[in-house]
């Protein structure tokens, strides 16, 4: 856990212009017939698009540039089992710094890949929390790198929370803007965003039902920190961090927990109508509208996808064996 | 065949400024990765999000809007296995006037939905070129619709050409502009705005080596009409039209055949690292320039991705079964 206070809407300004001459504008995607068939207008922010392919180079390149040149040098360090190692490699890459990585076997082989193209060291380990902690509290004390929590991080945060301020700035009169939860690097980012640019706006998260930990910790009031995810959203298995959790519940956010057939049916709908290959975590945005579509009915709506490192081999349609 | 005069670059022109209200100015997308790879700066224009999900449009809503308000009235007529029946059931949708597609057996399940939607009339017929052709006739005589033939009609290929206009506009300094041709709607097309426009700027054709009839036609100097398509792109089993090759020969333009391995092990790469869920007839292009990287090595080079109205079931990859 991050001992740094909690992010203001203050750091999201600044993560701004320090992430600009690194991080890409990405653009905002509209289809028809994903509004007719949503009965909303739907506006995507493609952060799939983004450099390492998702939104997490917001909150990674934040964080490296945020730090003193003394410190930098030492390198950084994270454990992740994916895009969060990807971006924080690339970033690292982009200051010339060295990034270590632990990543839990079992990890996506896009986003492995992606992290060992970057130029990163990579640590397996188990695939457990514990042996996670362990294998960075070792590394940390052998090459003093500094940690980057992929989402407890307090410019890991703010920089997130970039992605909602470009959404925003194009479409000012949102509703509602719905993010996926994991974590809650985003979540919270986006939270601090609204709640300083646009406080008519809903914040919506969508959380795999198989990992719904910060649905019931927002409903208890309590957080949620032992549970076994079992989704197909690889992204989407952290449990809520604790400043994360404490900014969303102060936002009112509120959960709509989807199944994996439901964001495998929106995933598919990605693909066919928006023509984007979205990774399953980020297409638990449109599975929420679809699911519970009263709720959006008419209304002008953001979804940020959050990223598009699909494992084709794993994940994608076959009619010949029924997968999908 | 068109009985019209073949389209000249004011054509273009025209086009442009007719499906200007109706038609996406589509983006250009490039990726680092995919640039790496090919050794070459490559520059994607998007008309796989096009309205209709493919360049098709573009001729369509041109040939659509050039008829007179009697002649539109009756309606238009076409025989397509997919992409130009969309777009002309799309284009004259807009217009408030009927369309009526016929359409082989066989064709792609995501296509015939997309006409079906648009609202136009389907006739299915015989997967032969006679038979498309004699049910075109019959319904000609019956109800005095006009006929906009997929690749040979004069606006139709001018309208096509408004693709390359667009991005020459954007990038004028092209040093190679790759299209795929079956018919040779889009590439006749092409060929106008070069010459006008680029001239310094070679037209190369990405062609499937199972229906390579445009290569044989250009080596040779006579068109060749009779053969059996043997390919993966759905969109590139038609013979190259006569006024397309005419076209063609005289824009000097070279054609790269690509086998569909290579198609789809491009196809697979601009969705991975494009992001982009393209058909395997638009992955021709990068096929054409990965299967000849000397041809294009450190050049600016554009492609345009010409659709992506995949059947997923039937066309994606698949670890379990080995698809792909």
Known sequence: MSSSPPPRFDDVLAAAARIAPHARMTPVLCE????ALAGAALHFKAEHLQRGGAFKFRGACNAVWALQDARAARGVL???????????????????IAAHVVVPQGAVR????????AGATVHPCAPTLAAREAACAALQRELGATLIHPYEDAQVIAGQGTAALELLHALPDLDVLVVPVGGGGLAA???LV?????PHCVLVLAEPAGADDTARSLATGTRVTAFTPQTVCDGLRAGIGAPNFEILRAARAEVVTVDDGQTRAAMRLLWQYLKQTVEPSGATVLAAVLAQPARFAGRRVGLVLSGGN???DAIAF???CGTG
């Open 189 to 191: 980012g986006t939270a």
């Open 78 to 96: 994270t454990h992740s089992s994916g895009n969060h190692g990807a971006a924080l490699a690339l970033a690292a890459a982009g200051r010339g």
């Open 110 to 117: 896009t986003k492995l890949a992606l992290i060992e193209a």
């Open 194 to 198: 609204l709640a300083a640019c646009a």
């Open 32 to 35: 028809p017939a994903l509004d």
């Open 318 to 320: 076959c009619a010949r």
């Open 310 to 312: 699909v494992d084709l």
